[in-house]
């Protein structure tokens, strides 16, 4: 329970025994889209290799499906010609992560350099756990807080 409160609570000093037994951990989910496949996987493999640097528990990423958003419009904008027409598709990939950890541990994972054009959002999730001995107790609440990324040719996180 020690080693698990050094990694997951951030406490100063040596754990005493009220510090072992009230250890808060939140479920966080991660979630990145963009419509550039090599720069998402970029930033999910630096978050995952952050959060197995500081041995937090995993999930991820999951692949969610692709969404293509199609449009068919004509060629000529004055309608008379040859009926041709253009193609136009946009696909939007996107990834989860989930994490079950304290939020100042994501704070200090979430802080690398983010490529262009990814999004990020992070949701501190609907379980709040909080472990007091061997039982675990759980409260409901949800924590959305959407990250925006600023930065020309690199961002950075900015809540």
């Not at 499906?65 to 041709?84: A, F, Q």
């Not at 994490?99 to 994972?109: A, C, F, G, R, W």
């Not at 979430?110 to 409260?139: F, H, K």
Request: net charge positive.
């Amino acid at each position: 329970m020690a080693a698990a409160a050094a990694v997951y609570g951030g406490f100063k000093g040596k754990l005493g025994v009220e510090d072992a037994h009230e250890l808060q951990l939140n479920r966080i989910r991660i979630t990145l889209s963009s419509k550039n496949v090599k720069n998402l996987e970029k930033v999910c493999a630096d978050l995952v290799k952050g959060a197995k640097d500081k041995q937090l528990r995993v999930k991820g990423p999951v692949r969610i499906p692709t969404k293509v958003l199609h449009i068919t419009t004509r060629k000529s904008p004055c309608g008379e010609g040859t009926n041709t027409w253009d193609r136009f598709e946009f696909r939007i990939h996107k990834r989860v992560i989930d994490l079950i950890s304290s939020p100042d541990v994501v704070k200090q994972i979430t802080s690398i350099t983010i490529e262009p054009g990814v999004e990020v959002e992070v949701t501190i999730a609907d379980v709040d756990l909080v472990y007091q001995g061997n039982l675990v107790s759980a409260n409901r609440l949800v924590d959305h807080c959407p990250l925006t990324v600023c930065g020309g040719a690199g961002g950075y996180l900015v809540g």
